[in-house]
């Protein structure tokens, strides 16, 4: 598994991904950030993956409530295609405005639930992602992996009232391969990837996230 460092030196914004498995609370976390930046006068595009534009919000649907049972290949496929139409009408075009992107999911949830969490690393599906990963060519400023016990997870989705979708509602080994694969993909990008204990309290959590935005803030000069 290769480290990808292919940052537009041009570009005005920073863009900011949040990753890890099911309920460590990526999207609040997300939210949350969003707020605090624009209370502090940045403009802040937030987003989703897979999602952001009408096609791929549709393929979001598809692959995580159609029971279309798709192969682990055509998976990858779908989720870069609606990645590649999020990224060149959304997130590029907000980058060059000078906004901060913040996306719930990116690179990194492919390369853990296909690469890993599927196809348990398997070299093909990786050398698959990474080569659509290159195609793409956008990569974020800086990643949070945030982190917790599987335990606690699994005790948070329990008590969610929404319907679970394909991921969540996979076997307990699943998930181990996937927290696995975070690891992998950290140790590969230490300098991108920022793990965060995502156990606390949101407040706390949103705390440890927002100390390294600042200093992000400061290096990139906004």
């Known amino acids: 598994m290769a480290s990808v460092n292919n940052i537009s030196k041009d570009r005005k914004g920073l863009f900011i991904t949040l990753e890890g498995g099911e309920g460590v609370g990526k999207s609040t976390q997300s939210r949350l950030l969003a707020e605090t930046l624009e209370k502090s006068g940045f403009k802040v595009y937030l987003t989703r993956e897979p999602g952001g534009t009408k096609g791929a919000e549709q393929l979001r649907e598809l692959l995580l409530f159609g029971g279309a049972n798709f192969s682990c290949y055509s998976e990858i496929l779908l989720h870069m295609a609606a990645r590649l139409d999020h990224v060149e009408k959304m997130i590029r075009p907000a980058l060059a405005e000078g906004k901060i992107v913040i996306c719930d999911r990116y690179h990194d949830s492919t390369l853990a639930y296909q690469g ?84 606390p309290c949101e407040e706390d959590v949103q705390e440890q996230i927002y100390h390294h935005v600042k200093a992000l803030l400061v290096r990139k000069k906004m």
């Not at 195609?135 to 949070?144: L, V």
Request: a negative charge; one cysteine or more.
């Open 116 to 199: 890993f969490g599927i196809k348990g690393g398997d070299k093909d599906a990786l050398a698959l992602i990474e080569t659509l990963r290159c195609f793409i060519n956008c990569e974020a400023d800086a990643t949070f992996w945030l982190d917790m016990a599987l335990e606690k997870t699994q005790e948070r989705l329990s008590k969610r009232g929404n319907p679970k979708d394909c991921y969540e509602r996979q076997e307990i080994s699943f998930h181990e391969r996937v927290k696995q694969g975070f690891e992998r993909i950290y140790q590969a990008e230490p300098k991108r990837i920022i793990p965060i204990d995502a156990s």
